[in-house]
């Protein structure tokens, strides 16, 4: 029984260790995430084969009828199409080498947060039009599928 607290504390430090890392990551004025090079090359990777699995997925998911699927189908073409400013600043930014100081990754940051405001100006009218072909049973489950932290359907 002694040694009980013992695990206890090690595994609090352990998840504390943990806790912090996971911070420092996600910080970008620590290097985290969109911190240039390699940063972006893992965001932007395999954004087409990301997006197609979760529509596959929600569409099986929302028991989809035929209309739906084609609102799906539209939403899923004007995401496609808004999100080409993104794909060019993730080409480029992944083809740099990894920003030095942190005005310049502030400025990569920018650059794309600027593509993904444009795109997210064109998809949300898109999404609205899709989501309100649901029922409110299918509603209430694509209120949870699509509220990850990178919002709905990230690419």
Same mark, same amino acid.
Do not use: W
């Given at each position: 029984?002694?040694?009980?607290?013992?695990?206890?504390?090690?595994?609090?430090?352990?998840?504390?260790?943990?806790?912090?890392?996971?911070?420092?990551?996600?910080?970008?004025?620590?290097?985290?995430?969109?911190?240039?090079?390699?940063?972006?090359?893992?965001?932007?990777?395999?954004?087409? @084969? &990301? /997006? %197609?699995?979760?529509?596959?997925? =929600? #569409?099986? $998911?929302?028991?989809?009828?035929?209309?739906?699927?084609?609102?799906?189908?539209a939403l899923t073409e004007?995401?496609?199409?808004?999100?080409?400013?993104?794909?060019?600043?993730?080409?480029?930014?992944?083809?740099?080498?990894?920003?030095?100081?942190?005005? @310049? &990754? /502030? %400025?990569?940051?920018?650059?794309? =947060? #600027?593509? $993904?405001?444009?795109?997210?100006?064109?998809?949300?009218?898109?999404?609205?039009?899709?989501?309100?072909?649901?029922?409110?049973?299918?509603?209430?489950?694509?209120?949870?599928?699509?509220?990850?932290?990178?919002?709905?359907m990230h690419h």
């Amino acid at each position: 029984m002694k040694s009980f607290p013992r695990y206890t504390i090690a595994i609090l430090i352990a998840l504390g260790l943990a806790g912090a890392v996971g911070a420092a990551r996600a910080n970008p004025m620590m290097g985290g995430h969109m911190g240039g090079g390699d940063q972006f090359a893992r965001m932007c990777s395999d954004m087409d @084969a &990301r /997006m %197609a699995a979760k529509n596959a997925y =929600m #569409e099986i $998911k929302l028991d989809l009828t035929d209309r739906q699927k084609g609102e799906l189908k539209a939403l899923t073409e004007t995401i496609k199409a808004a999100n080409e400013p993104v794909r060019k600043v993730c080409a480029e930014l992944t083809a740099q080498p990894q920003a030095a100081t942190p005005p @310049a &990754r /502030m %400025a990569q940051m920018q650059k794309m =947060m #600027e593509a $993904k405001t444009a795109s997210m100006a064109k998809v949300v009218p898109a999404m609205t039009k899709f989501y309100e072909t649901l029922t409110p049973d299918q509603k209430k489950l694509a209120d949870t599928m699509m509220s990850g932290r990178h919002g709905p359907m990230h690419h």
